[in-house]
């Protein structure tokens, strides 16, 4: 199994189903730029809340996956040719809603603050990170 991070646009729209066991999942194909001028598609399959949050994304969102990626093979049943391609099973998912989502919750709600990022970025001094790493 390879763990993997894969960065994409849906190409398609999502859809939320329910399995005969009763549980939620979400079969979408990923398009991923690799180089000038193509682009990878890959499947992949979420469940649950993972699946609920990638089912509200449509065709051209965004989207980032972790997951365990594996290599599939099918039948083309136009052509009967052998066919080969990659599938993720998520673990984890972000896309750019969940980014504005967490931004507000972090801005308190006055217009002063609104244009301002949540640290005093003018003070050279003032570090917005609580780490040891200097720029």
Same mark, same amino acid.
């Given at each position: 199994?390879?763990?993997?991070?894969?960065?994409?646009?849906?190409?398609?729209?999502?859809?939320? #189903?329910?399995?005969?066991?009763? #549980?939620?999942?979400?079969?979408?194909?990923?398009?991923?730029?690799?180089?000038?001028?193509?682009?990878? @598609?890959?499947?992949?399959?979420?469940?649950? %809340?993972?699946?609920?949050?990638?089912?509200?994304?449509g065709k051209g969102d965004?989207?980032?996956?972790?997951?365990?990626? #594996?290599?599939?093979?099918?039948?083309?049943?136009?052509?009967?040719?052998?066919?080969? %391609?990659?599938?993720?099973? @998520?673990?984890?998912?972000?896309?750019?809603?969940?980014?504005?989502?967490?931004?507000?919750?972090?801005?308190?709600?006055?217009?002063?603050?609104q244009d301002r990022p949540?640290?005093?970025?003018? #003070?050279?001094?003032?570090?917005?990170?609580?780490?040891?790493?200097?720029?």
């Amino acid at each position: 199994m390879i763990e993997s991070l894969i960065s994409g646009k849906l190409i398609k729209d999502t859809e939320l #189903k329910t399995s005969q066991n009763n #549980k939620q999942y979400c079969q979408f194909l990923l398009g991923v730029h690799v180089g000038e001028p193509e682009n990878i @598609v890959i499947s992949g399959i979420a469940f649950g %809340g993972h699946a609920e949050r990638i089912a509200k994304l449509g065709k051209g969102d965004a989207v980032s996956v972790i997951g365990a990626l #594996k290599p599939t093979e099918w039948q083309d049943k136009a052509t009967n040719e052998t066919r080969r %391609g990659l599938s993720v099973t @998520v673990a984890n998912v972000l896309s750019v809603y969940d980014i504005k989502k967490r931004r507000h919750t972090e801005i308190p709600d006055n217009s002063a603050q609104q244009d301002r990022p949540p640290y005093n970025a003018d #003070k050279p001094h003032h570090r917005p990170f609580n780490d040891e790493i200097e720029f």
